[in-house]
């Protein structure tokens, strides 16, 4: 295995080149035209399948379903150029379909989370103005239930058995006039494409406009070094109303490979899905990385992984030695998609739990002050940005989007540093940070010290309020799979934390969790531990009382 990754350290160029090699290469102007692209090239070499239902397309398929779904969509005025049209579905063939059939008619598309409910959805009908929606025959109860603007019985197509009055999906080819579908209008570079609504930390999401440069861009930095691989498989396994599938979806087609789809995300099974396909790609979360060893680990065809969470230098490289491939960490949102990026030549000892590396492709990067000055090397500042292939702003929210894009940068709202030689570090979101003591505290370096220990799963720390210090730090808790709060007791907690962090970043307050509110981007949603009780130090372990409250 070690052999394999000095290999592919041979392959890749320095990132100086990669940049270079990267930025000269002619991309297409539109996700529909980059299709017809990849069918031309590519032909009848099998572009997906989706392994839970047996559907499979090849690339000169793939143009040409998508084609006839854009073309019965028109034709049966369901959607056209302009059209918001929302998209809630489970990951099935019908999504991915629908999507790249809307890029080619010049709508925008709406992806709406499975997992919302009838306030949720509603929310983002309205804002998003959506004016027809393509669901699954499971969630026409929520639709129901939506109080509010909606689209009309009419507009709602149905994957499935559809009711009467409603469209079926399935009618769509049978609707399509024969031949290649033109689209009625000239799709720009610059064409919204999509309206992507971001998890957000308080109150409803914001509706992030994104383009089809954006999506061209940025899937082709998630691949900017593993094209050089030789990559012929990946796998993905992230919802696709969640932006990261629809990006790893494009980045796949961008490699050119076969893209083995799962139903659903899954720590416990990727590992045994990216043996049964033998990927040699994909996009993976911390908790995959943290589940126990199998004698199972090394027996993988992967080359690399991208991650968008960090370990410590030491653990990055017991998993890397354990998985036998390059794992890479990469920042970026919604909005700028991929920023930063940590080369394949990185050494492990450059890695850490903030660790994010280098300008990626087409971004400008600096750490800025409250003012907007740039800071000296080494201070925190927020991180901003620029390039082409960022967000367009916050549809219908002009406040929000003065506020994000401010003289030409995208203001990030995360805390991070550049040291002197260019490489930069992120320090977690700039209200993610507890002020104790008029010391500032980063809420992810302190949780990453804790899921460094034997036994902890997972860590989230919030701020309590406190006349005597102004805030102090509560820690949130999820024990690994066989390890309860007697085996891993709070003084042992805190002698590893001790050991680890300064005395003033200690968590003063513990409490143990079967599980933490998450988003369908598996970041833990905070705002929800915070509002769940109006006492935070309710039934938690005080460090200073050495007692339970």
Request: charged residues 25%; contains cysteine.
């Given at each position: 295995?070690?052999?394999?990754?000095?290999?592919?350290?041979r392959l890749?160029?320095p990132?100086?080149?990669?940049?270079r090699?990267?930025?000269?290469?002619?991309?297409?102007d539109?996700?529909?035209?980059f299709?017809?692209?990849?069918?031309?090239?590519?032909?009848?070499?099998?572009?997906?399948?989706?392994?839970?239902?047996?559907d499979?397309?090849?690339?000169a398929?793939l143009d040409?379903?998508t084609?006839?779904?854009?073309?019965?969509?028109?034709?049966k005025?369901?959607?056209?150029?302009?059209?918001?049209?929302?998209?809630?579905l489970?990951?099935?063939?019908?999504?991915?379909?629908?999507?790249l059939a809307?890029?080619k008619l010049?709508?925008?598309?709406v992806?709406?989370?499975?997992g919302?409910?009838?306030?949720e959805?509603?929310?983002?009908l309205?804002?998003?103005?959506v004016?027809a929606?393509?669901l699954?025959?499971?969630?026409?109860?929520?639709l129901?239930?939506?109080?509010?603007?909606?689209?009309?019985?009419?507009?709602?197509?149905?994957v499935?058995?559809?009711?009467?009055?409603?469209?079926?999906?399935?009618?769509?080819?049978?609707?399509?006039?024969?031949?290649?579908?033109a689209?009625?209008?000239?799709?720009a570079?610059?064409?919204?494409?999509?309206?992507?609504?971001?998890?957000?930390?308080?109150?409803?999401?914001?509706?992030?406009?994104?383009?089809?440069?954006y999506w061209l861009?940025g899937?082709?930095?998630?691949i900017?070094?593993a094209?050089?691989?030789?990559?012929?498989?990946t796998?993905?396994c992230?919802?696709?109303?969640?932006?990261?599938?629809?990006?790893f979806?494009?980045a796949?087609?961008h490699?050119?490979?076969?893209?083995?789809?799962?139903?659903r995300l899954?720590?416990?099974n990727?590992?045994?899905?990216?043996?049964?396909h033998?990927a040699?790609?994909?996009?993976?979360?911390?908790?995959?990385?943290?589940?126990?060893?199998?004698?199972?680990?090394?027996?993988?065809?992967?080359?690399?992984?991208?991650l968008?969470y960090?370990?410590t230098?030491?653990?990055?490289?017991?998993?890397?030695?354990?998985f036998?491939?390059?794992?890479?960490?990469?920042?970026?949102?919604?909005e700028?998609?991929?920023?930063?990026?940590?080369?394949?030549?990185a050494?492990?000892?450059?890695?850490?739990p903030?660790?994010?590396?280098?300008?990626?492709?087409?971004?400008e990067v600096?750490?800025?002050?409250?003012?907007?000055?740039?800071?000296?090397?080494?201070?925190?500042g927020?991180?901003?940005?620029?390039?082409?292939?960022h967000?367009?702003?916050?549809?219908?929210?002009?406040?929000?989007?003065?506020?994000?894009?401010?003289?030409?940068?995208?203001?990030s709202?995360?805390?991070?540093?550049?040291?002197?030689?260019?490489?930069?570090?992120?320090l977690?979101?700039m209200?993610?940070?507890?002020?104790?003591?008029?010391e500032?505290?980063?809420?992810?370096?302190?949780e990453?010290?804790l899921?460094?220990?034997?036994?902890?799963?997972r860590?989230?720390?919030?701020?309590?309020?406190d006349?005597?210090?102004?805030e102090e730090v509560?820690?949130?808790?999820?024990?690994?799979?066989?390890?309860?709060?007697e085996?891993?007791?709070?003084?042992?907690?805190?002698?590893?934390?001790?050991?680890?962090l300064?005395?003033?970043?200690?968590?003063r307050?513990l409490?143990?969790?079967?599980?933490?509110p998450?988003?369908?981007?598996d970041?833990?949603?905070?705002?929800?531990?915070?509002?769940e009780?109006?006492?935070?130090?309710?039934?938690?372990?005080?460090?200073?009382?050495?007692a339970?409250i």
């Open positions: 295995m070690a052999d394999e990754r000095a290999n592919n350290l890749v160029p990132p100086d080149e990669v940049r090699l990267t930025e000269a290469l002619s991309l297409p539109s996700i529909g035209d299709i017809r692209e990849r069918a031309a090239a590519l032909g009848e070499k099998r572009a997906w399948h989706f392994f839970a239902d047996g499979e397309i090849t690339y398929g040409r379903e084609d006839r779904i854009a073309a019965g969509l028109l034709e005025g369901l959607a056209g150029p302009g059209d918001h049209v929302g998209i809630m489970p990951n099935r063939v019908e999504w991915p379909l629908t999507w809307l890029m010049g709508a925008v598309v992806p709406i989370n499975i919302y409910t009838a306030r959805v509603g929310y983002i309205d804002n998003a103005d004016s929606v393509v699954g025959e499971e969630h026409l109860p929520i129901a239930a939506v109080e509010g603007p909606r689209p009309d019985s009419a507009r709602t197509i149905v499935g058995a559809a009711p009467e009055g409603f469209a079926a999906w399935a009618d769509l080819r049978a609707a399509a006039p024969a031949g290649p579908f689209p009625p209008v000239e799709i570079a610059d064409r919204l494409a999509t309206i992507q609504y971001t998890s957000g930390t308080t109150g409803f999401p914001k509706g992030v406009m994104l383009d089809h440069r861009i899937s082709q930095n998630a900017a070094e094209r050089f691989l030789g990559i012929e498989r796998l993905l992230h919802a696709f109303h969640y932006m990261a599938g629809q990006h979806l494009l796949g087609l490699l050119g490979a076969e893209l083995a789809i799962a139903p899954s720590i416990r990727w590992m045994v899905w990216a043996r049964e033998r040699q790609f994909g996009l993976v979360t911390g908790p995959l990385l943290n589940q126990a060893p199998t004698p199972e680990d090394g027996e993988n065809e992967i080359k690399m992984l991208v968008s960090g370990f230098a030491e653990r990055h490289d017991e998993i890397e030695r354990r036998g491939c390059h794992v890479r960490n990469v920042y970026g949102m919604t700028n998609m991929m920023a930063l990026y940590v080369p394949i030549h050494p492990t000892a450059s890695l850490g903030g660790a994010v590396g280098i300008l990626a492709p087409y971004r600096r750490i800025v002050d409250e003012k907007g000055e740039d800071v000296p090397d080494g201070a925190p927020e991180i901003v940005s620029r390039g082409p292939g967000t367009q702003g916050y549809y219908k929210n002009a406040e929000a989007t003065a506020t994000a894009l401010r003289g030409g940068w995208m203001h709202g995360d805390r991070g540093l550049r040291e002197a030689d260019g490489w930069h570090q992120f977690g979101r209200k993610d940070v507890i002020r104790r003591s008029s500032n505290i980063s809420a992810i370096e302190v990453s010290v899921v460094a220990m034997d036994g902890i799963e860590a989230a720390c919030v701020a309590v309020p006349d005597k210090r102004g509560k820690a949130y808790l999820v024990l690994k799979a066989g390890f309860t709060p085996t891993v007791p709070p003084a042992t907690v805190l002698a590893h934390c001790e050991a680890n300064a005395a003033f970043k200690i968590p307050f409490t143990y969790r079967e599980e933490l998450t988003t369908a981007s970041k833990v949603e905070k705002h929800k531990l915070v509002a009780t109006k006492d935070l130090r309710a039934g938690s372990y005080d460090r200073e009382t050495d339970w």
